[in-house]
């Protein structure tokens, strides 16, 4: 995958990481499925983007988790979040929940309102109109993300694919609501769950179908109603205990091999490659450029000869 993060920018950091976990869930789902032909892996018709959707935006949510921030979260001198941080975006992010889902919501309806223009009312000019009424009557105002920035509706395979992300998010609170009838975080009855039920299926499961036999009903809007409407100092003390619980727990330093080869690249430069001395190995490299590429920046943004110089900038 890739992704436009800059390592000098407040908040980069958690945009990386929800892009590595969303795509991360992709691969899960991908590399787990397990069928007669590689067609049944290819993100093409008939294969379900709004089931490929709900997988890898359903491990994308673990970062909203205090549990999971509470266990694995930790700053570059090893020091979990503070209590008090969380809360404060707990408190400050939940009067505008909905908002996430009408953003989402925005951008279908302006694919459906381009489509159904006639011929000669297609200029640049009235597309540009009507990204701004959808905008506006949806979300009830300009988008801090443009309909008009978003590249998938000028991709062929990304065209009229938007609402799977909107039944994706509803598919993954029922989810959410089903797995968490045990610990979700660290559960190791979730993934082969997952792999049994949804992952091996490929194109071979139909989204409606997965969901109804995973969560034992079929989808609705109902679970994410649910989290909507759940008065805000009782997720604040579910959250708070996670939280506790993910810091009580001493997990192993070792990383797993995970059975896989990761290459860390950047442009055509390959930064790491886990063939050569293992996951953690590679991740050590990645995070030593990673730390050299900030230096870089800060040097050029500021003009500091001598560091551009020790760095071997001209």
């Known amino acids: 995958f890739t992704t436009s993060v800059n390592p000098n920018l407040d908040g980069s950091g958690y945009d990386l990481l929800g892009s590595l976990m969303h795509e991360a869930g992709h691969a899960a789902h991908f590399s787990n499925i397990v069928q007669q032909s590689p067609l049944f892996a290819q993100e093409r018709a008939p294969f379900s983007m709004s089931l490929a959707e709900s997988q890898s935006m359903l491990l994308e ?64 000019e009235r597309i540009r109109q009507l990204a701004a009424e959808v905008e506006t009557r949806i979300g009830g105002g300009p988008s801090p993300w443009p309909v008009l920035s978003v590249t998938h509706i000028t991709e062929d395979e990304g065209s009229c694919y938007y609402y799977s992300y909107v039944l994706a998010q509803l598919a993954v609170y029922q989810l959410r609501r089903h797995l968490t009838q045990a610990p979700l975080v660290a559960n190791p009855a979730v993934g082969p769950t997952l792999a049994e039920r949804c992952w091996k299926l490929g194109a071979g499961g139909q989204f409606f179908d997965v969901i109804r036999d995973l969560t034992g ?70 995070r030593d450029y990673v730390r050299m590429r900030q230096k870089m920046l800060r040097a050029l943004e500021s003009g500091d000869i001598s560091a551009m110089s020790s760095m071997g900038i001209g």
Request: charged residues 30%; contains cysteine; negative net charge.
């Open 61 to 124: 949510s673990l970062l909203e988790d205090s549990a999971w921030r509470g266990r694995y979260a930790r700053d570059v001198e090893g020091r979990p979040p503070p209590w008090e941080l969380l809360e404060a975006e707990i408190r400050q992010a939940r009067p505008l929940a909905v908002l996430g889902m009408r953003r989402l919501l925005e951008l279908p309806y302006f694919e459906k309102a381009i489509y159904e223009l006639p011929d000669e009312e297609i200029t640049a």
């Open 217 to 286: 009903q079929p989808l609705s809007c109902e679970a994410w109603l649910q989290r909507l409407q759940e008065p805000l100092e009782t997720r604040l003390a579910a959250e708070h205990s996670a939280y506790e619980e993910g810091l009580a727990v001493e997990d192993s330093p070792d990383v797993e091999e995970l059975q896989l080869r990761l290459k860390l690249v950047h442009g055509q430069d390959v930064i790491a490659d886990s063939s050569e001395g293992g996951l953690a190995a590679a991740a050590v490299i990645f």
